[in-house]
């Protein structure tokens, strides 16, 4: 059973990697919570009943431990909400108007909250409605109702940096 | 910024991330190997040190009770020290609180830690830490009574027995003591007694709340966001 989820998590860490992204600003809460949430995705596995889609589980795993870990008050976040690790990375590999609009992009995602930030990750993911009311546990109107917030939010959160 | 390109980004970025992070088999299988302990792991193992730490000491007032503390009393104090009579309800009464409170506590925990998975809807899953945490919180908060009333009635008892092998020295009687040197010995006791249990009471709650006060609230305020679903919902 270990070799079998050592090939599924190799093939779609992927996920875990942009749960960690959109959760933490610095590169040590990113180690933290990727390994937490493989823990979580290791002690959960064998109750994994093929009945959603492997990657769906996955994502309610993640996004589940992200949203309940626990950090204790030993480091202080950047309160921008991009990381300097993020602006290294900026630097090297994109052009000044894509750095401009991840700054933009991470600003604004780390003034949502846990579930809001859940939400939009979905959706960024390109997620129907309907699966990301079966990741997070909500209705599908309600999530219609979110998404909108989240969209006025984001926009005003960027205008206003723009 | 439209939302359109606010995707892209995401598909930029998000992509580079998980390239620069991206892990092969043998790191995965070590990040497995040297797991840490989540706050619901550290909790869990708390709660049982707690248990064992409980039934250790539930076994010693039984102990003590018995024969214990006669058998001591004979070997250390070589005379015959009686235990304060008024003592013994509140001795007897506080032990079977807590043995009750006990009781309770396992059934209750026990119940919670079946249920609980983290794959669950998010909304069980949190009820099922906030619940978890609730329940150390009430085992902390009875191991913190255990205490204070350990310190009421062993002080009481040791300024009684004090007074009274003091006076039996001098070939005196308790009862043969003024009312005003009787206000004093307790204004005395109070004194003493009252900032001791008032200190270790506020800095274990100090410690508790400083390890899980905030993550209690945040764990609140993500409930309270997702109960806000189910309201808006029956106005659709």
């Known amino acids: 059973m270990e070799k079998e989820f050592l090939q599924i998590i190799t093939e779609n860490q992927g996920i875990i990697h942009k749960v960690c992204s959109i959760y933490c600003d610095l590169e040590e809460d990113r180690r933290d919570l990727f390994q937490e949430i493989l823990v979580q995705l290791w002690k959960s596995y064998p109750s994994f009943r093929s009945e959603s889609k492997f990657s769906t589980w996955m994502y309610r795993v993640a996004l589940n431990t992200a949203i309940t870990s626990f950090k204790k008050d030993k480091r202080q976040p950047d309160k921008t909400g991009v990381s300097y690790e993020n602006m290294q990375l900026a630097e090297e590999l994109y052009d000044s108007g894509v750095e401009d609009q991840i700054k933009m992009l991470n600003q604004a995602v780390s003034n949502l909250t846990g579930i809001e930030k859940s939400i939009i990750l979905l959706f960024l993911e390109d997620k129907k409605y309907e699966e990301i009311a079966e990741i997070t546990g909500i209705t599908q109107n309600y999530v219609r109702v979110k998404m909108n917030r989240i969209k006025k939010k984001l926009k005003l959160l960027m205008n206003q940096e723009e | ?236």
């Open chain 2, 1 to 236: 910024m439209e939302l359109k390109d606010l995707k892209s980004a995401w598909d930029t970025y998000s992509s580079q991330e998980v390239d620069k992070h991206r892990l092969g088999k043998e790191n995965i299988h070590e990040l497995l190997k040297n797991q840490t302990k989540t706050l619901v792991d550290r909790i869990d193992r708390n709660i049982r040190i707690g248990m064992v730490v409980l039934g250790i000491y539930l076994t010693y007032v039984l102990l003590d009770y018995l024969f214990l503390s006669a058998y001591l009393i004979k070997i250390l104090v070589h005379e015959v020290v009686e235990y304060p009579k008024m003592l013994e309800p509140l001795d007897v009464f506080s032990t079977a609180i807590i043995i009750i409170t006990y009781l309770f506590f396992v059934i209750r925990y026990l119940k919670i830690k079946k249920s609980f998975s983290i794959d669950l809807q998010l909304k069980d899953l949190l009820l099922g830490i906030q619940e978890t945490l609730k329940t150390y919180r009430r085992m902390f908060y009875l191991a913190v009574a255990i205490l204070l009333l350990n310190i009421i009635v062993s002080f009481t008892a040791g300024v009684f027995q004090g007074l009274k092998l003091q006076t039996n020295s001098v070939n005196g009687e308790i009862a043969n003591l003024t009312a005003s040197k009787i206000l004093i010995i307790i204004g005395v006791g109070l004194a003493i007694l009252i900032p001791l249990m008032a200190v270790t009471f506020f800095i274990l709650r100090w410690g508790f709340n400083k390890l899980y006060g905030r993550y209690l609230i945040r764990l609140n305020e993500t409930l309270q966001e997702l109960n806000e679903s189910g309201k808006e919902e029956q106005l659709f």
